[in-house]
């Protein structure tokens, strides 16, 4: 079973630019989570999707990101324009589980190293 | 929000058990408590949940006091490639069947030949 992929690997952009990330979750999950670690500091959530609708996005910092999800498949993550502080990792998961949830057992991806300069 | 408290960082030797304590002091009832593991340049992984006593999986076991306040995993004999951070996780839900994972500073472990 294909584990979730995420692309690119490694992005390096100027301040201003626009950067675009992909997330391809485990086939059948229906959740699927954006995450990120900013240098030096812990791993912090983003945003939750429960097929193609956003059911939590209170960890997304500002406007300037974008979480799309079509068709409750993969997912974009939009950053526009990127600011030198959006440097850091960006990890996706997905998740099985409905509503009566009992395990938290995500499924992450490698994540993606963005750069801003 | 159940905050998590560990060491920072351990050592350890080949073959040795290495317990590592997480404390928990504000879980709720509902919540249960998860382990991960996680390598240079990889996603977090899973390793174990549970919810009271004891659970044992093929790669750890994770204890649980009555008062849930604290839980301890257990790696038995560990080898080189246990080298890793290690997050002890709460559970938290937000908003309608959220279920955000909050990830603390973890505990960084080093496996010594």
């Known amino acids: 079973e294909a584990g979730v992929t995420q692309f690119p690997s490694h992005s390096v952009i100027e301040k201003g630019q626009t950067v675009t990330l992909r997330c391809d979750p485990i086939?059948?999950?229906?959740?699927l989570y954006w995450y990120r670690r900013v240098m030096g500091k812990e791993i912090k959530f983003l945003l939750h999707?429960?097929?193609?609708?956003?059911?939590?996005e209170s960890g997304m910092p500002n406007n300037r990101f974008l979480a799309e999800r079509t068709g409750g498949t993969y997912s974009t993550l939009k950053v526009q324009p990127a600011e030198l502080e959006d440097s850091g990792v960006y990890f996706c998961?997905?998740?099985?589980?409905?509503?009566?949830?009992?395990?938290?057992?995500?499924?992450f991806g490698p994540g993606t190293r963005l750069t801003v300069t | 929000l159940a905050k998590t408290t560990q060491p920072i960082s351990m050592d350890s030797y080949e073959g040795q058990e290495v317990n590592i304590t997480c404390s928990h002091n504000?879980?709720?009832?509902?919540?249960?408590i998860t382990w991960y593991q996680q390598f240079p340049s990889q996603g977090p992984r899973f390793i174990i949940q549970?919810?009271?006593t004891k659970v044992t999986n093929e790669v750890a076991s994770l204890f649980i006091p009555a008062d849930r306040k604290s839980s301890t995993l257990s790696l038995p004999r560990v080898s080189l490639s246990d080298t890793a951070v290690y997050y002890c996780?709460?559970?938290?839900?937000?908003?309608?069947?959220?279920?955000?994972?909050?990830f603390g500073s973890g505990t960084r472990l080093l496996v010594r030949p």
């Open positions: 086939s059948g999950h229906d959740n």
């Open positions: 504000n879980i709720a009832t509902n919540d249960y």
């Open positions: 549970g919810y009271k």
């Open positions: 996780l709460v559970g938290a839900r937000g908003g309608d069947s959220s279920y955000k994972l909050i």
């Open positions: 998961a997905s998740s099985q589980a409905g509503y009566e949830q009992r395990t938290y057992e995500q499924y």
């Open positions: 999707f429960v097929k193609e609708s956003k059911q939590d």
